[in-house]
């Protein structure tokens, strides 16, 4: 085998290996197929998760318990009831009992009760209830079945957006005294420095507990609602004082016979003071024609 034959044969033979890398290069530039763009949306969402969990070690069945404890996200609606009502009843012991064990049932108490008499004997009053905001439309039910309703207010406001920027307010101003006492502790050195930041840090907490206060208050107000009931036994006709038409025209008749009773009384103490005058007229007139007919008998 002469020379330009052998070197046909390493020329073909270098061709062959670069065509083979070439190839093999190609091979590896290609990119896996991307099978997240294929799955559909929640098939995505468990993979990342798997994946995610995977990394972290969190097995399957502690990930769907963390799930389960996650609360939801959106903010629960905050709002404050407040009723009054007027309830005309026939007994007003039955109806405050009544009340007290329906605020009972649902849980909730009496904060206020008052109660007085009219001029007729009639009873009325005012029982303020406190309930679980939830219970509030059912232990309105129950009053309004327990006598007439004469008229009812209910006022509802949503404190859900104040709540929400306390909250916010809050976390700033605790964020900020932890900045103080951090730079209190750290780089405050002279006297001055020292008394500067302890007035801020002072005025800052006076705002936190200024803020917890308000937060606090609209919780309470809102976890229970307020029920004013006015109750009140029936005249069998109003009037100005309060009394019945009887108990009034008693009180007409009490009132002539106690004029009738000053009249006489004055007339009698008039006719009293007045007899010794007519006795001494009377006397007079009687020594005067004495006097007369002895002259005129001489």
């Known amino acids: 085998m002469n020379s330009k034959s052998i070197f046909l044969i390493l020329f073909a033979g270098m061709l062959l290996l670069s065509g083979c890398e070439k190839k093999m290069q190609d091979k590896e530039s290609v990119p896996p197929p991307n099978t997240m763009t294929e799955?559909?949306?929640?098939?995505?969402?468990?993979?990342?998760?798997?994946?995610?969990n995977k990394t972290s070690g969190i097995t399957e069945e502690t990930s769907k318990t963390v799930d389960e404890k996650i609360p939801d996200v959106k903010q629960q609606r905050m709002i404050i009831k407040i009723g009054t009502m007027n309830l005309e009843v026939?007994?007003?012991?039955?109806?405050?009992?009544?009340?007290?064990?329906?605020?009972?049932?649902?849980?909730?108490?009496?904060?206020n009760a008052a109660s007085n008499q009219n001029a007729a004997g009639k009873k009325y009053g005012s029982i303020t209830l406190k309930v679980p905001a939830d219970k509030f439309d059912a232990l309105t039910a129950d009053a309004t079945a327990i006598g007439k309703v004469m008229s009812q207010n209910i006022q509802a406001s949503d404190i859900t957006e104040e709540y929400v920027d306390l909250e916010a307010r809050l976390k700033t101003q605790k964020e900020l005294e932890q900045r103080l006492i951090k730079l209190l502790n750290e780089k405050a050195s002279r006297l001055a420095e020292v008394i500067?930041?302890?007035?801020?840090?002072?005025?800052?907490?006076?705002?936190?507990?200024?803020?917890?206060?308000?937060?606090?208050?609209?919780?309470?107000?809102?976890?229970?609602?307020?029920?004013?009931?006015?109750v009140y036994e029936p005249s069998l006709l109003d009037t100005s004082s309060g009394g019945?038409?009887?108990?009034?025209?008693?009180?007409?008749?009490?009132?002539?016979?106690?004029?009738?009773?000053?009249?006489?009384?004055?007339?009698?103490?008039?006719?009293?003071?007045?007899?010794?005058?007519?006795?001494f007229v009377v006397f007079v007139i009687w020594v005067i024609r004495k006097i007369f007919f002895k002259k005129a008998k001489v």
């Open 39 to 52: 799955m559909p949306e929640q098939k995505k969402i468990d993979v990342q998760k798997k994946e995610i």
């Open 90 to 111: 026939d007994k007003y012991e039955d109806a405050e009992y009544k009340l007290n064990e329906a605020v009972k049932k649902y849980g909730g108490y009496v904060s």
């Open 244 to 279: 019945g038409f009887f108990y009034e025209l008693g009180q007409a008749v009490k009132k002539g016979l106690k004029g009738f009773t000053n009249v006489l009384a004055a007339s009698i103490t008039v006719i009293i003071a007045i007899i010794p005058i007519l006795i």
């Open 196 to 230: 500067e930041v302890e007035e801020k840090l002072a005025s800052v907490r006076q705002k936190i507990e200024s803020i917890e206060g308000r937060m606090k208050l609209l919780k309470s107000q809102s976890d229970l609602s307020t029920l004013t009931v006015s």
